[in-house]
């Protein structure tokens, strides 16, 4: 039987294997492809035009090495500011998905929230204060010899000054910035409201993106330059980013409180792990009008099914492919309790990469099954609901 690995972290394989560079710390490093354009950018600039016009006569050798040391550094500083982000929230049991670097920097994938405020502080701080530390560690360095004549001190003080450009830059305060997730973290702590907390956060990374895009088009108009309007993108990236988690929260604020036996179908229609895809198309998804079926093996359950996860069996082998190769496979930690409330089954559908997702009574006997569209459907009868409509 295939291994224990989510629907996404095989999608992400398919796609990105030549991509995943490293792994640290039991973290996967993603490059994306995004990444590659900013890095030649960046190693371009400090060769052929920074190095060359602040130290004169050094020859093209010299400055090619300080121009792409300098832009590796840098992003091995990005790297250690996100590794610092991810170290904390394991050792707080707060599951890292991955590491991804790209165009604007680098980002932590977390995969489950903090379980409490103070946590979250200490995830959120734990960055910043990381690249201020390097920044100073280099500022030393860079101290042992004159910047204005040695290009290699020249390069720490540089890159110093970039780690706290880096440090200040993530403390604006507005989700998805690290500034956003300490305000979410006090204001949660305040109030004992997780996701109120993060809608307001939610809300100031919105005007944090707008500020940018208008500060990006002002400076571009007036310097007559487009290079401002890097900072355009940017608040457009923090702004998209700020959307989608004061949706989230929005959604999980109208489910508190639901419980998961309210909104499930019960006894659902298992298939046993030995059937065919064959025998899964035609006896259960034709059948019935369901998306999907847990998948049992006795009287366990070890995944879910889905069509999209049978079309990826080529025709020929229908017959012979079993439902267990195909299928999502779920641990016991994925599955639902009737009690658990539908805010967390979104974490825990989103934390597995599925759509749907079973429940288990205390007997660890299949109780129901929960789709992502039911929960939809949810949300949006609660807020049609709490609008007074
Ligand atoms: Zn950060």
């Known amino acids: 039987m295939r291994s224990r690995r989510s629907r996404e972290a095989r999608r992400a394989r398919e796609t990105s294997e030549l991509l995943r560079a490293l792994r640290l710390f039991g973290i996967d490093i993603h490059i994306d492809a995004s990444w590659l354009f900013i890095f030649a950018l960046l190693a371009g600039n400090f060769t052929l035009a920074f190095y060359p016009q602040q130290y004169q006569d050094l020859g093209w050798a010299t400055y090619a090495v300080a121009g792409l040391t300098t832009t590796l550094l840098y992003f091995g500083s990005v790297l250690f500011h996100e590794l610092s982000h991810s170290l904390v929230a394991m050792s707080h049991g707060v599951k890292v998905e991955r590491i991804t670097l790209f165009i604007f920097g680098g980002m932590s994938q977390i995969r489950s929230d903090s ?7 200490r995830i959120a701080a734990a960055g910043p204060l990381a690249s201020f530390a390097l920044g100073v560690g280099l500022w030393v360095v860079s101290r042992l010899a004159p910047a204005e004549a040695n290009i290699w001190a020249g390069m720490a003080l540089y890159l110093a000054q970039l780690n706290v450009i880096l440090a200040l830059f993530n403390l604006l305060p507005g989700i998805p910035l690290d500034g956003g997730r300490l305000m979410r973290a006090a204001l949660w702590w305040r109030s004992g409201d997780r996701w109120g907390a993060t809608r307001v956060a939610a809300a100031s990374g919105r005007w944090l993106g707008w500020s940018l895009i208008a500060a990006g088009i002002m400076l571009a108009a007036l310097l007559g330059s487009l290079m401002p309007l890097w900072l355009s993108l940017l608040g457009l990236f923090l702004k998209s980013a700020a959307d989608v988690e004061g949706r989230q929260a929005t959604a999980s604020q109208l489910l508190t409180g639901v419980r998961v036996d309210s909104v499930m179908t019960r006894d659902p229609v298992s298939i046993s792990w030995r059937a065919s895809v064959q025998e899964a ?109």
């Open 115 to 121: 379980p409490h405020p103070r946590a979250e502080i």
């Open 281 to 389: 198309l035609q006896d259960y998804f034709a059948r019935y009008s369901f998306g999907g079926f847990p998948v049992m093996r006795d009287a366990q359950i070890v995944g879910v099914v889905s069509l999209a996860d049978l079309a990826r069996c080529p025709p020929g082998e229908r017959n012979q492919v079993p439902v267990a190769r195909v299928m999502t496979s779920l641990g016991a930690e994925h599955c639902l309790r009737p009690e658990e409330d539908l805010a967390a089954a979104l974490q825990k559908m989103a934390a597995a990469g599925v759509t749907r997702l079973p429940v288990v009574d205390d007997t660890g006997t299949l109780a129901g099954l929960i789709a992502l569209h039911a929960i939809n459907r949810q949300v949006r009868i609660r807020d049609l609901a709490a609008r007074g409509v």
